[in-house]
């Protein structure tokens, strides 16, 4: 069983910046991929990054250029650096763990992106 915690979110002016952590239980976490997901009101769920164990990365179009993911092993956590905010990016912000058997999410953080 994995255990996953997202944290970091809040409320932040368009053009700020924001940092997301993702923490998961586990002496595995190094093998596992971690995606960072995102859903507003009304909208479908929708992947925003992830980053593979060799530390391989891949964003949403919508974000490149203004997201960065990375990883600490050591930590076990994976990070979501956001900047240059956007009203559109408001939504609630998910990690997902991919495990060899499984998958597991966490709760969420809500970020809210002011004009």
């Known amino acids: 069983q994995v255990q996953v915690v997202e944290s970091g979110g809040g409320l932040v002016q368009a053009g700020g910046s924001l940092r997301l952590s993702c923490a998961a239980s586990?002496?595995?976490?190094?093998?596992?991929?971690v995606g960072w997901h995102r859903q507003a009101p009304g909208k479908q769920r929708e992947l925003v990054a992830v980053i593979t164990p060799s530390g391989s990365t891949n964003y949403a179009d919508s974000v490149k250029g203004r997201f960065a993911i990375s990883r600490d092993n050591a930590k076990n956590t994976v990070y979501l650096q956001m900047s240059s905010l956007k009203p559109e990016d408001t939504a609630n912000y998910y990690c997902?763990?991919?495990?060899?058997?499984?998958?597991?999410w966490g709760q969420g953080t809500q970020v809210t992106v002011s004009s």
């Open positions: 586990g002496s595995m976490f190094g093998s596992n991929t």
């Open positions: 997902l763990v991919t495990t060899p058997l499984r998958y597991y």
